[in-house]
């Protein structure tokens, strides 16, 4: 399943969030991958808004395996202080989005259509 989530990045460490994001930790990298998180993105407004987009099998699972690592615990200190103050760590802040629309599943549904046409 794919997931969107939002976050909010402090607009004061807009550039500090993108210089370390351009150069994740090899075993930062490494964690993720193991821990099931496919064709994850991130994508970075110039307000802070933040939205991931993560495809997975299950979003709590894999938040839980990255839970156990110690790289995470050490990555999610040291990216806190990027986020507005909080008593959550910043990967314990997701609000999920729900899907309302998905091109490939609504023409997937729809069958062969005409171009042009709508059926």
């Known amino acids: ?4 989530f ?3 990045v402090d607009p004061q460490f807009l550039d500090e969030y993108r210089q370390r994001h351009a150069e994740v ?4 990298l490494t964690a993720l991958e193991a821990a099931g998180w496919e ?5 970075l407004g110039d307000d ?5 987009i993560v495809d997975c099998d299950d979003l709590d699972e ?12 050490r990555w999610q200190t040291e990216m806190a202080a990027l986020f507005p ?3 959550t760590a910043p990967d314990n802040g997701f609000m999920v989005m729900e899907e309302v629309f998905n091109l490939d599943q609504q023409l997937a549904e729809a069958g062969p259509t005409s171009e042009g046409q709508m059926k």
């Open 1 to 4: 399943m794919r997931v969107c």
């Open 6 to 8: 939002r976050s909010q």
């Open 25 to 28: 930790w090899p075993q930062m």
């Open 39 to 43: 064709n994850y993105t991130l994508h």
């Open 48 to 52: 802070g808004l933040l939205i991931g």
């Open 62 to 73: 894999i938040r839980a395996r990255m839970a156990l690592t110690e790289v995470n615990a």
């Open 85 to 87: 103050a909080s008593e």
